[in-house]
């Protein structure tokens, strides 16, 4: 079935209010099997809102319109439907009893502008709000069934849990849509958005009941699939049938799915193991202890960090050699492998992850431009150095720095232990 979205608000269309209305609308839509077709965003103008309604319902089999049900003349939108349907308005005993019972409740005068609220187009049903004071209300208007809601996001959201959603339900069982989704979300990092697209495009190819949609979220690149079906198990099997061949081509690449964060999958593999982390850094100033924290229970696997800029601190805390620093520089593969080593002795961890770089935009030299990061990891078979070139400022550098360290340790998770 087709369904559209229609908001109503100058608020809306001067950039004062953004509408967070429909997104919520959409995301539970979307389980259901059904995705929105188009939106249309009106202000309170009269003609605007007519034309809106009589367009979106010639076109749809559902249009979900919200705000515009207020007390206050500029809230025309019941007005508009019922001009849209050809019917006057009438007030809803049911809704003015509600209203009263309301406005009893909080001990104010009903002044004539409220009365106005219980004024629904004649034939609609009005579905009571338990959250505010307009009513919402269902029309049916050429081929659509048009539902009017409060734009109150929290009126609004209660709404199309418990009253819009499931009546979207009946109706695509009485049409017999069979139309069922199913989605996986894979995770990836350290692989460009056009490498990803690369690699997947002759999976998707193979794959025509699948939609593949590409989202950056930097520092990582999601790849969205969605499986349609004519039952629930085919859109499954067609989504699983999708998700091998994409994990087949970009194997390791994928470090979780749906929701896992990258250092929740980097916290189950060392839980799994019984090993420990710790850090020793030096340009990403904390920020992989920080990510690595944001996990619950952190203390069982990450027993600490430092923070070390100073060459001092370096010899101080995670041991580096006054001789390795000045031979070859804070930025430099001897150097990482040393702060990896270090933390190791300092703290008895399985793995010791360390990081050192040029963050920019100040210190960058021919040898060792800016974005220049080396990333070291010690651990029971040895230490394994990497540099890295990361394009961007200082804070996408920094970014991707600690992503590609936690990358070099969940590699080193992934393979057998010792
Ligand atoms: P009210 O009884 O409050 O007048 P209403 O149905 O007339 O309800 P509006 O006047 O359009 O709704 O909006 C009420 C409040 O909800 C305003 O603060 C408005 O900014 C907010 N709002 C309206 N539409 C949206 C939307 N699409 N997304 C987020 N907020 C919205
Ligand atoms: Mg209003």
Not at 283 to 298: F, H, K, N, P, Y
Not at 308 to 321: C, F, I, L, Q, S
Not at 327 to 355: D, F, I, K, N, Q
Request: net charge neutral; proline share 6%.
């Amino acid at each position: 079935m087709r369904v559209e979205v229609l908001c109503t608000g100058d608020e809306l269309l001067t950039g004062l209010t953004v509408d967070t209305n429909s997104p919520y609308f959409m995301e539970r839509l979307l389980p259901l099997g059904e995705q929105v077709a188009r939106t249309t965003i009106v202000g309170d103008v009269r003609e605007e809102i007519l034309e809106a309604l009589l367009t979106t319902s010639a076109r749809a089999d559902a249009v979900l319109v919200s705000g515009g049900l207020g007390p206050t003349a500029d809230d025309l939108t019941a007005e508009c439907a019922a001009e849209a349907a050809g019917v006057p308005l009438l007030e809803s005993a049911e809704a003015l009893h509600a209203l009263e019972a309301r406005f009893a409740r909080r001990g104010i005068l009903l002044t004539p502008n409220n009365r106005r609220q219980a004024l629904v187009p004649k034939g609609a049903e009005v579905v009571l709000n338990p959250n505010g004071s307009a009513p919402m209300f269902v029309l049916t208007l050429h081929r659509a069934t048009l539902f009017f809601l409060p734009g109150v996001p929290r009126e609004y959201r209660h709404l199309v849990d418990t009253e819009v959603l499931p009546r979207i339900e009946r109706l695509r069982g009485e049409r017999k849509d069979s139309g069922f989704l199913a989605f996986r979300l894979l995770r990836t990092v350290g692989l460009p958005e056009s490498h990803l697209d690369a690699k997947v495009a002759p999976v998707a190819k193979l794959h025509p009941s699948v939609t593949f949609g590409f989202r950056t979220q930097a520092p990582e690149n999601h790849l969205k699939l969605m499986a349609r079906g004519r039952s629930q198990e085919a859109a499954n099997a067609a989504l699983a049938s999708a998700e091998r061949a994409c994990r087949d081509v970009l194997g390791p690449y994928i470090f979780g799915q749906d929701t896992q964060k990258h250092a929740e999958v980097i916290a189950a593999l060392l839980v799994a193991r019984g090993e420990t982390v710790a850090l020793a850094e030096s340009c990403t100033g904390g920020r992989i202890a920080d990510l690595l924290t944001s996990v619950s229970g952190a203390s069982a696997w990450f027993p600490g960090g430092a923070v070390v800029y100073a060459n001092a601190m370096k010899e101080a805390w995670v041991g580096v050699r006054g001789q390795t620093l000045s031979t070859h520089g804070a930025v430099s593969e001897p150097v990482a492998a040393e702060m990896a080593e270090g933390v190791v002795r300092a703290t008895g961890a399985t793995w010791g992850l360390s990081v050192t770089g040029i963050a920019g935009p100040t210190g960058g030299t021919a040898e060792k431009p800016v974005g220049t990061v080396i990333t070291a990891l010690c651990g029971p078979r040895g230490t394994s150095v990497q540099r890295h070139r990361f394009a961007g400022d200082r804070e996408q550098v920094r970014t991707s720095s600690a992503a590609a360290a936690l990358e070099v340790l969940r590699h080193a998770l992934l393979e057998p232990g010792p």
